[in-house]
């Protein structure tokens, strides 16, 4: 499903990739992961969003930014909103969907192929809008995982599908011991 001279764009939802990841067992090894898509087509960009927490002390997330920064990915981030549920747990909010939609929709014109790290059925219109403009995309996320990662909406509407799982041997490395706001 990709062609050589296409130009190609990835959209990483962090926090959705992680999460999908690690219910697979492993962790993605994000300069494997620029590679094997730098040899399916013509990358032009790689785009990575998270949400940080700004007053913590030490994020685990942030070496992790700070590598991305320095390798080639785009990094789009905004301080996450922490809250106390009903149930008294804190808890931390940081959706980064309309960042990633709107530029994905900007990007559009310049782009052959789209490819979107998220299993998020809030992206389908995204998905059907970009398509409607002449771009492919294709998904990466799991149905491997117990629930599934991928919202049925969403893998239906994409050009392709591509399972995380089948990508754990060209882009995975084994899980290291995180703590869970690594989650993005």
Same mark, same amino acid.
């Given at each position: 499903? *990709?062609?050589?001279?296409?130009?190609?764009?990835?959209? &990483? $939802?962090?926090?959705?990739?992680?999460?999908?990841?690690?219910?697979?067992?492993?962790?993605?090894?994000?300069?494997?992961?620029?590679?094997?898509?730098?040899?399916?087509?013509?990358?032009?960009?790689? *785009?990575?969003?998270?949400?940080?927490?700004?007053?913590?002390?030490?994020?685990? &997330?942030?070496?992790? @930014?700070?590598?991305?920064?320095? +390798?080639?990915?785009?990094?789009?981030?905004?301080?996450?909103?922490?809250?106390?549920?009903?149930?008294?747990?804190?808890?931390?909010?940081?959706?980064?969907?309309?960042?990633?939609?709107?530029?994905?929709?900007?990007?559009?014109?310049?782009?052959?192929?789209?490819?979107?790290?998220?299993?998020?059925?809030? *992206?389908?219109?995204? %998905?059907?809008?970009?398509?409607?403009?002449? @771009?492919?995309?294709?998904? %990466?996320?799991?149905?491997?995982? =117990?629930?599934?990662?991928?919202?049925? $909406?969403?893998?239906? =509407?994409?050009? +392709?599908?591509?399972?995380?799982?089948?990508?754990?041997?060209?882009?995975?490395?084994?899980?290291?011991?995180?703590?869970?706001?690594? +989650?993005?």
């Amino acid at each position: 499903m *990709f062609y050589k001279d296409e130009r190609l764009a990835l959209f &990483i $939802d962090g926090s959705n990739l992680y999460a999908a990841a690690k219910s697979l067992g492993f962790d993605i090894d994000y300069k494997l992961l620029r590679q094997e898509f730098m040899r399916r087509g013509k990358l032009l960009r790689a *785009f990575y969003y998270t949400a940080l927490l700004e007053n913590d002390e030490y994020s685990p &997330i942030r070496p992790l @930014v700070d590598w991305l920064n320095y +390798n080639g990915f785009t990094m789009v981030t905004k301080p996450a909103k922490e809250y106390t549920d009903s149930m008294g747990r804190r808890k931390v909010k940081g959706n980064m969907d309309i960042e990633l939609a709107v530029d994905a929709m900007e990007l559009a014109p310049r782009v052959d192929h789209i490819v979107l790290f998220s299993g998020d059925g809030d *992206f389908r219109p995204l %998905v059907e809008s970009l398509q409607r403009s002449g @771009v492919r995309v294709s998904v %990466v996320s799991t149905i491997r995982s =117990q629930p599934p990662m991928i919202s049925d $909406d969403l893998r239906r =509407q994409a050009d +392709n599908f591509i399972e995380l799982d089948e990508l754990k041997e060209v882009i995975g490395r084994p899980p290291r011991d995180m703590p869970d706001a690594a +989650n993005g």
